[in-house]
């Protein structure tokens, strides 16, 4: 594939930034194989910005002819003492439901669920054994505590937050995961940053090579008020990028909130709720989760018949790209409520398939298990 194609590619929405796009270049230009990873706390329940949005971003690097690697990070998400911090458990998961999701979010949007490699944190570990150990004092060797602080925003944690000194080996583990895995981009939301930024600096020295990162949108929750809206309009406006990615970090969709989440699984009942119950502000387009999710879930960077029924005057319109109904919506020209009851519709249509899979389907075993193990743990 010529470059410009593999560019247009991994540029392509939801990316925000890639890091370094002259490093990318000369990947490409030089012939040298591109090797995807994006790692995945194995925490619970699968939503759409993890589930869709990462899928979306997946499918344009198979486009590109890019291998794709899921990382299953079972040891990351013990340290960060998710599902009862029982390892066990974690793995019976991450093998199960999660890895299930996953494959279901890749094939909603077109992509190819059985040409991702997955592989699962422990697993790499016992492969690579003293190697791993090695390399991640390496990073820890190159790096400073106070740098690893800053980074623990990678796991939703907050700096100055108190926390178990095993919790500060997360960061430069997943950095080690990178030169485990021996990938050469590294794939995650805006909020895994910090992490990438230590590996593309530590990467020469650790590894003898420095990786490229691409960033994607982290979808916001539905949770947040105006307060925290106009908090983070300002602190974007003065160029307070701390304050910024730790205000993202602090409103994104999240499972711990799941009412504040679509799953990739939720009933059509389910997502009317959670939708019915979002926060909207009328003709406000920024930080606005009902459009984000319009923008990010449903058109995807496409053009799509969105269709939008005003609930008073019965009147039809259908819009062909987001722009167009951003637009509109910011005139006023669309109530909140109308344009919930269209973004609920659809997302219903496009979560079909998952629903029924972990409802009717092979899935629903899967999901059956994971409801066992939120009610006992």
Same mark, same amino acid.
């Given at each position: ?14 990316? /925000? ?49 890019? /291998? ?215 003709? /406000? ?93």
């Amino acid at each position: 594939m010529e470059l410009e194609s593999i560019l247009n590619l991994v540029k392509k929405a939801p990316t /925000e930034e890639i890091l370094t796009e002259d490093q990318l270049i000369n990947y490409v230009e030089n012939g040298a194989k591109l090797k995807h990873y994006q790692g995945f706390e194995v925490s619970g329940f699968l939503h759409v910005g993890n589930g869709v949005v990462s899928a979306e971003k997946i499918k344009d690097f198979q486009e590109a002819g890019i /291998e794709v690697n899921i990382f299953l990070a079972d040891y990351h998400t013990w340290i960060n003492k998710k599902l009862g911090g029982d390892l066990s458990t974690i793995r019976k998961v991450a093998g199960g439901y999660f890895k299930e999701a996953l494959k279901q979010s890749i094939k909603i949007v077109g992509g190819d669920p059985d040409n991702v490699k997955f592989i699962l944190g422990s697993e790499l570990y016992e492969k690579k054994g003293i190697e791993y150990l090695e390399t991640i004092l390496k990073v820890s060797m190159n790096t400073t505590l106070s740098r690893i602080k800053r980074s623990l925003t990678i796991m939703g944690r907050k700096e100055g937050e108190v926390i178990d000194f095993a919790q500060l080996l997360y960061p430069p583990m997943q950095v080690a995961d990178i030169f485990a895995l021996g990938v050469n981009l590294a794939h995650g939301g805006m909020d895994q940053r910090k992490a990438h930024v230590i590996a593309l600096e530590v990467g020469e020295k650790v590894a003898g090579y420095k990786p490229v990162a691409v960033h994607q949108h982290v979808l916001m929750g539905m949770h947040i008020s105006e307060n925290v809206r106009q908090k983070i309009l300002k602190a974007k406006k003065e160029g307070n990028r701390e304050l910024f990615e730790e205000s993202i970090t602090d409103i994104k969709m999240s499972k711990s909130k799941p009412e504040t989440a679509i799953f990739i699984h939720d009933s059509p009942e389910d997502i009317r709720r959670k939708i019915g119950k979002a926060y909207c502000p009328p003709r /406000e387009v920024e930080f606005n989760p009902i459009l984000e999710l319009t923008n990010y879930v449903l058109f995807r960077g496409e053009e799509k018949e969105f269709e939008v029924i005003n609930a008073k005057t019965g009147e039809r319109r259908v819009y062909k790209s987001y722009t167009q109904l951003e637009s509109e919506y910011k005139e006023g020209k669309i109530h909140p409520a109308d344009l919930k009851n269209a973004v609920a519709n659809e997302l219903i249509k496009l979560l079909e398939p998952a629903y029924r899979h972990f409802t009717e389907g092979p899935g629903k075993k899967y999901l059956e298990e994971m409801r066992e193990i939120r009610i006992t743990r």
